[in-house]
């Protein structure tokens, strides 16, 4: 048989497996995978990696913050700078507003996406202190392809604990799953207040009131409420080595804890915030990064396990944005900074080539387990029958970080000047070449809404 498309000669490596094989496209589907495969177009991947596209679920694209800010990233520049890094799906956000019933929140931010996305997407739904008043919504939520629920225990949308027992409640009920980020709101606002009082209000600032043993006291009492009621839950990024150990002392007694950390606790620490001027503003995010045994920490949960995958929480914010935070004090900072092009290879550099992660490891906390965790049914695995969202990844290609160099519609990164080693060849979403050799050849609206439904964890 002759397919539309055919991958040649490259080393297929999933997160089980390793081998050499062609890979066969018909449909928007992996069809076969063989040897000797031939095709109306032939791609030859010899020397090359071929993956599954990777998935990354937690991301902000335009996303609107008190006083005017929206992130910088578009869906269409956010999800084509994935694109370009060799992601193929992600989940953003829906954030009720305080009388919008949770369906209608969700055709909106879809109205909003839909025109825009280059690669297939989901969305979480946001339950807020509003919502409360909505649990009886989470199951239309649910059906309408939400099956993931954000919980917040910071912010405006911060739930009380009793609060986050009704939510963790009825989400359970529906089997979805809850995605949590795990602060402590009191003491942080207590710590930022004393602070400022006291003239501190530089971004060195950030992270002394954000301490990481107070973030692991909020992981672990979000653990335990979820315990209680017997619901799955996983916690947003992972910062520091007091959260790992909560969800490794949970998951040692086989509770149904997950977790995930992000590139900025990989590759950078508190040094960051030391830059002069409106540099030690920029990697202002939260949790805050945190020291350098801290990340060492991190990668090691990654090896071992206890960490389950790597997200970005993508939210960037223009020079101007975050300078004009910094004329105030650090709490004024909008938090976030871009990684969603870089975070596959940059895992893969530090990663693998440094003898951390293996192989498959990289393409499980990529790829495979973030797609099942967030209920993407056919994608995340090379199979008969998935969607046919690839990656032809050259492990010899070696690039250097740069705004300039890098596509998300921001003009500075956290990771400018560090090298890494190996780069995604092509990018192919749905059996459609989107990104080649640089270049893009997608279109915005190419990308489609996922519903997805809970999978086996």
């Known amino acids: 048989m002759k397919y539309e498309m055919v991958i040649k000669n490259g080393v297929i490596v999933t997160a089980s497996s390793t081998y050499e094989a062609d890979l066969a496209i018909h449909d928007g589907k992996i069809a076969a995978i063989g040897k000797q495969l031939t095709g109306d ?4 991947a010899a020397g090359n990696y071929v993956i599954p596209g990777a998935v990354d679920i937690h991301v902000h694209m335009q996303l609107e913050l008190p006083g005017d800010l929206v992130s910088s990233d578009t869906f269409f520049t956010g999800t084509r700078a994935a694109a370009f890094g060799g992601t193929t799906a992600i989940v953003d956000f829906v954030d009720p507003k305080p009388n919008e019933s949770l369906i209608n929140a969700l055709a909106a931010r879809r109205k909003l996406a839909d025109p825009q996305v280059v690669i297939d997407f989901g969305l979480h739904m946001t339950i807020g202190p509003n919502e409360i008043a909505k649990l009886d919504q989470v199951a239309a939520a649910y059906q309408a392809g939400c099956s993931t629920f954000k919980l917040y225990m910071a912010y405006g949308l ?8 009704q939510a963790l409640e009825a989400i359970r009920d529906t089997s979805g799953l809850p995605v949590i980020h795990a602060e402590n709101w009191d003491a942080i606002t207590t710590l930022v207040k004393k602070n400022i009082q006291n003239g501190n209000t530089s971004p060195q600032w950030h992270p002394r009131s954000r301490p ?13 409420l979820a315990t209680y009621l017997g619901v799955p839950i996983h916690i947003f990024h992972v910062s520091c080595e007091e959260v790992v150990a909560r ?3 949970a998951r040692y007694k086989g509770l149904p804890v997950s977790g995930e950390t992000c590139p900025q606790y990989l590759f950078l620490d508190t040094d960051a915030f030391d830059a002069p001027g409106v540099q030690g503003a920029l990697p202002v995010c939260s949790p805050p990064l945190r020291t350098q045994t801290d990340q060492a920490a991190l990668w090691q949960a990654l090896a071992d396990d206890d960490l389950q995958i790597v997200t970005t929480d993508h939210c960037p914010f223009t020079l101007a944005q975050k300078e004009h935070g910094w004329g105030k004090d650090f709490s004024q900072i909008p938090g976030g900074v871009p990684s969603i092009e870089m975070r596959l290879a940059a895992v893969y550099s530090r990663g693998v080539r440094e003898g951390k992660l293996s192989l498959n490891r990289w393409v499980d906390l990529c790829c495979a387990t973030p797609a099942r965790m967030a209920g993407f049914e056919h994608k995340g695995d090379i199979a008969i029958g998935y969607d046919a969202d690839l990656v032809i990844f050259d492990p010899n290609s070696k690039v250097t970080l740069s705004a300039e160099f890098l596509h998300e519609n921001v003009e500075w990164t956290p990771y400018q000047d560090i090298e890494i080693h190996g780069w995604p060849q092509t990018t192919i979403s749905r059996g459609k070449v989107i990104v080649e050799n640089g270049k893009f050849m997608g279109a915005p609206g190419q990308g489609k809404f996922v519903k997805r439904k809970s999978l086996k964890r």
């Open 41 to 44: 177009t032939e791609m030859d």
């Open 158 to 165: 911060r739930l009380d604990d009793g609060q986050l027992l």
């Open 212 to 224: 990481a043993i107070l973030e692991g006291e909020a992981a672990g009492r979000v653990i335990d």
């Open 247 to 249: 969800i490794k002392a």
